[in-house]
């Protein structure tokens, strides 16, 4: 069975502080992506990787950063967390396109203070 | 851009069908996902459907596809308390390594006694 796992299943942190979320598959995936749920909005991609050391903005990377370093390894990072971004992160992976079966994560529910 | 949409609430009475609907735009649309997402746990690949196919049944699942009016939706037999949650319509299309997926913002499906 194909695993996903995030650091964190709960996490609160205070504004201005820098935030890591860490995501690994055991599934030697070639993508990973990283989202935010909130409600109402559905899934709202931040970020996406493809293979190490590559990615691509998503839909709302806007004080976000990612990092790839290993290609099971996919870390998203909050330089400066702010209020706004209180929210449930997800990861996923899947392997190459174009079939997209993606795997999630449980998510990690962010809180700033 | 690509959009997917759902609308936001279904009810259904226990043992009724449920029938959760979508609409794309992206006409050059490859797959179609259906995820189910339980309460505080990520999301979960129900069912997908390749483009060329009208018809996909797994189960109590059935997937339904309309090429010509965009239009996807997933039916629920003999629907019970377990099936209660938040069901995704997503859609890819590319086929680079650089794809992605498009998802709606989810129906959430209450079931009543």
């Known amino acids: 069975d194909v695993k996903v796992t995030q650091s964190s299943r709960y996490l609160v942190k205070r504004t201005g502080e820098k935030v890591f979320l860490e995501c690994v598959q055991d599934?030697?995936?070639?993508?990973m992506f990283w989202y935010r749920q909130d409600p109402g909005l559905g899934l709202r991609l931040i970020y996406f990787?493809?293979?190490?050391?590559?990615?691509e903005k998503g839909d709302i990377p806007e004080g976000y950063s990612v990092s790839r370093e290993k290609k099971e390894r996919f870390s998203l990072i909050l330089e400066s967390a702010s209020t706004n971004q209180t929210s449930m992160y997800l990861c996923?992976?899947?392997?190459?396109?174009?079939?997209?079966?993606?795997?999630f994560g449980p998510g990690t529910r962010l809180t700033v203070t | 851009g690509e959009d997917v949409e759902q609308s936001l609430f279904l009810s259904v009475r226990e043992g009724d069908s449920s029938v959760i609907n979508c609409t794309y735009t992206d006409s050059s649309s490859t797959y179609l996902y259906w995820y189910k997402q339980e309460p505080g746990a990520g999301l979960q690949l129900l069912t997908y459907i390749f483009s060329n196919m009208d018809m996909k049944q797994d189960q109590r699942l059935t997937v339904l596809l309309n090429k010509k009016d965009k239009h996807l939706s997933l039916r629920i037999a003999d629907t019970q308390t377990g099936d209660s949650a938040i069901y995704f319509c997503a859609e890819s299309s590319g086929d680079s390594s650089a794809s992605k997926i498009i998802f709606g913002s989810g129906t959430r499906l209450s079931i009543r006694p």
């Open positions: 599934m030697d995936h070639e993508n």
């Open positions: 990787s493809y293979d190490v050391k590559m990615k």
């Open positions: 996923a992976s899947n392997p190459s396109p174009p079939l997209q079966k993606q795997y």
